[in-house]
């Protein structure tokens, strides 16, 4: 009887700390809706606005695409496009030819002239923002920054070269400026993600969410339960047993 108990403490405690996460997570973009490509050659920059339904924050997203550097604009290039899947998660991906070093821009601020009026923390529950990236095959530089009335707040990534799924973390409380900032009251968030030439590069969402260590915290609560009923139980089972 124990056993099934000691098993329901831990589950429960899992699946509550599970349930929270879920609850709490914030899809800022999945790419899974709103077709966009972008391409330029020269240092001019591009700009593409897309308005789509959820799961893009507030239906827009806007990309901005600058060229930093290209010996032969007449015919190298890069791309930026977001490739919404029929049957699986959209895609972001950037592409710079040889030679071609780019800045890619997106920008999330809502329909109108209110912004996001985003809280991104959901509630006091979310403690970063995770950028899940597929592969980059050369290194990358990702600046992800928060909005409101009262300025901006930057946080800097360096992503390794990687042909595996990865996750960036930015955590809220590392972000520049941030006591400066009102994260139930975002009015806009953008990433930039700057690559070297030949840089290949490709993501499936971004997402204000629990952190790590609250599933974590479930699984200490759970493994404390266990503790305690256990040393409960042997000391029953010490006193049941006959003395020789």
Do not use: C
Request: hydrophobic share 40%; aromatic share 8%; net charge negative.
């Amino acid at each position: 009887m124990k056993r099934y108990l000691f098993a329901s403490v831990i589950i429960g405690a899992l699946a509550l700390s599970a349930g929270e996460a879920k609850a709490a997570t914030i899809t800022i973009d999945s790419f899974e809706d709103g077709f966009q490509r972008v391409s330029a050659a020269s240092d001019t920059t591009f700009n593409s606005t897309i308005h789509s339904a959820n799961p893009i924050v507030r239906g827009k997203r806007d990309i901005r695409l600058t060229i930093l550097e290209n010996p032969s604009p007449s015919w190298l290039n890069a791309e930026v496009a977001v490739l919404p899947l029929p049957t699986e998660p959209g895609i972001l991906t950037i592409s710079n030819d040889t030679g071609v070093k780019s800045e890619t821009l997106i920008t999330w601020h809502g329909e109108d002239e209110n912004g996001l009026s985003l809280d991104v923390t959901g509630g006091g529950i979310n403690k970063f923002f995770r950028f899940n990236v597929l592969s980059a095959d050369l290194e990358a530089v990702l600046t992800l920054s928060v909005m409101d009335n009262n300025g901006t707040a930057s946080l800097t990534r360096t992503l390794s070269p990687s042909l595996n799924p990865t996750s960036v973390v930015f955590k809220f409380n590392e972000f520049d400026n941030v006591a400066a900032i009102d994260l139930t009251q975002v009015d806009a968030i953008s990433l930039a993600i700057r690559g070297e030439e030949n840089f290949d590069f490709m993501a499936t969402s971004i997402v204000a969410t629990v952190p790590e260590p609250l599933t974590l915290l479930g699984s200490t609560i759970a493994l404390g339960f266990w503790t305690v009923l256990k040393k409960e139980y042997d000391k029953k089972q010490a006193k049941s047993q006959p003395k020789r």
